[in-house]
């Protein structure tokens, strides 16, 4: 650096100032290289425990990869190779790459032996030149947080390039605060973001090519927290995503689908399902409940199921967590909570932490694009959630599917009455997005589903008595409500409830209890 300012001098000319992401890559590096000593699995994970942790992560993470034969990977970040050897062992081809020569040199030494499908190179990610089109998986694990903000908008969109269409970027970081127990000094240079950071940057970006004329761009698979480090350090925010590459529709115009969002996701935590909009639905549900009657129709509905130890159950639309908490800590179940608001999860992630249950996994995911494999599950539960589904028939075969022989399936809804529906009712499933049947016709699209024993109860009488009752509690908590949000707050629950109320008591609005079993 000293030698290219003397050079600017001796010319006559003004040293150029680096710029802010060379300042930010340099940081970087002199980090790096400060914490790379023995290159061992120490450095690479800057925690004391590393080994243990690596025994119990890496199968974790290597569970959420997608079928590996015959791929092209290419592996960002690669380190000293704690992943390079899986991927190499089924995938056709792997360029592996890391900007630290010692790691990469170490990665080669253990895996160059055994895996020559693997191409090691030591360079900067953000100065690779590849070919569009050219990999169908791209893998980093803790990458992005070591690059400034512009560096990842620009990665992710040289990502998008690189992918083949329908391939996939899968990708793991530190949100909020460090993985490891290493110290890393006042001038650590690592970015721990919000995870809704990444969302944003993956849900914008774009590709224009012109044979043929498409544009594509990243569809969420999920974003999940890694149990390891729930379970093992009380760190909910170990975050993993999964986004697949795909053709947008020529006529793509986001902004009209949803009310001025660009995805459904964007809808909800922007509006319906915003910060403020989760806290006082919760006031009224009780707390971790954003679902009809909280805790008390969960300890009503939840035994129905007849939960044994040890059974794999999957909340879809679990929310702030209230369902699958309780079904975790009084059936000792392990649980999966799906919910496609980003806020939603964010704040249950950050409540994992005082609740230090890790049995309950919580994932952000459009349950209508998630994959499981077949008898992934023995429960599937639900609470007041699929109302958002259009093709409910579509998503009921997928669960049929997910369950194991046996498998029982527990659902609450929103219905409407078969007869005409009024005008206010009509704007208002329009408003929110909503697609509702009749309680008789939902319990059928489950029996054609495939599931038995089908029950389809009408618990309407049921919601209007649990309404009514949560009008009283807030009109008791006026005071409460008002300084804990506004007046505005507290008149729009009001409203919400008490519209609820009249459009149920006109027969438009139902509300439904559903069950069934997987012969």
């Known amino acids: 650096m000293s030698t290219d300012n003397g050079a600017h001098a001796a010319n006559g000319t003004a040293p150029t100032k680096p710029s802010g992401d060379a300042v930010t890559r340099g940081a970087m590096k002199a980090f790096w290289q400060g914490h790379c000593t023995t290159a061992s699995i120490q450095d690479m ?166 044979a043929p004329r498409t544009t594509f761009g990243f569809e969420l698979n999920f974003s999940r927290c890694i149990r390891t480090y729930l379970q093992m350090k009380n760190n909910p925010h170990q975050m993993c995503w999964s986004w697949n590459k795909v053709a947008l529709p020529e006529d793509h115009k986001p902004e009209d689908e949803f009310f001025g969002c660009q995805t459904m996701r964007q809808f909800l935590d922007d509006q319906q399902y915003s910060i403020n909009g989760i806290l006082r639905y919760e006031k009224m549900f009780g707390r971790n409940y954003v679902s009809t009657g909280g805790p008390e129709t969960t300890a009503e509905f939840v035994p129905m199921l007849k939960l044994q130890t040890g059974e794999q159950v999957l909340d879809v639309g679990s929310g702030l967590g209230g369902g699958a908490l309780y079904m975790a800590e009084n059936y000792n179940v392990d649980v999966v909570g799906l919910d496609l608001s980003t806020n939603m999860v964010h704040i249950a992630l950050d409540r994992a932490i005082s609740c230090q249950s890790g049995s309950v996994l919580y994932e952000v995911s459009d349950v209508t694009k998630r994959q499981f494999p077949e008898a992934s599950y023995d429960v599937i539960y639900s609470r007041d959630t699929l109302l958002h589904i259009p093709n409910k028939a579509e998503v009921f075969k997928m669960f049929y ?99 609820k109320v009249h459009r149920v008591n006109k027969g438009n609005q139902c509300w439904g209890l559903f069950y069934g079993r997987k012969p």
């Not at 925690?47 to 092209?72: C, F, H, T, W, Y």
């Not at 530190?174 to 973001?193: Q, V, W």
């Open 401 to 499: 599917r997910w369950l194991r022989p046996g498998g029982r399936i527990l659902i609450s809804d929103y219905c409407c009455g078969e007869g005409e529906w009024a005008d206010d009712f009509k704007a208002y499933v329009e408003q929110r997005h909503y697609t509702l049947h009749s309680v008789p016709h939902y319990g059928q699209l489950l029996r054609n589903a495939g599931f038995l024993d089908v029950v389809a109860d009408d618990r309407s009488k049921q919601f209007v008595d649990i309404l009514e009752r949560e009008i009283k509690k807030a009109k008791d908590e006026r005071n409460e409500l008002i300084k804990e949000f506004s007046e505005k707050d507290y008149q729009d629950l009001l409203t919400g409830w008490t519209s």
């Open 45 to 210: 994970m800057l925690d004391a425990n590393a080994e243990v942790l690596d025994e119990v992560e890496k199968p974790e993470i290597q569970s959420m990869m997608p079928d590996l034969k015959g791929l092209r990977v290419l592996e960002l970040g690669a380190g000293i190779g704690r992943y390079t050897g899986f991927l190499a062992k089924s995938a056709a081809y792997v360029k592996s790459i890391d900007f630290i020569e010692k790691f990469i040199e170490k990665n080669r030494e253990i895996n160059g032996p055994v895996h020559p499908n693997v191409d090691f190179v030591c360079g900067d990610v953000m100065q690779l030149e590849l070919e569009d089109n050219s990999f169908d998986l791209v893998f980093s694990n803790w990458l992005l947080m070591y690059l400034a903000d512009s560096e990842v908008e620009k990665l992710v969109t040289m990502m998008l390039k690189w992918l083949k269409p329908d391939g996939q970027v899968f990708f793991r970081e530190s949100c909020f605060r460090p993985s490891g127990n290493r110290k890393r000094g006042a001038d650590n240079p690592t970015k721990y973001r919000d995870p809704k950071h990444y969302h944003r940057i993956f849900e914008t970006a774009q590709q224009h090519t012109e």
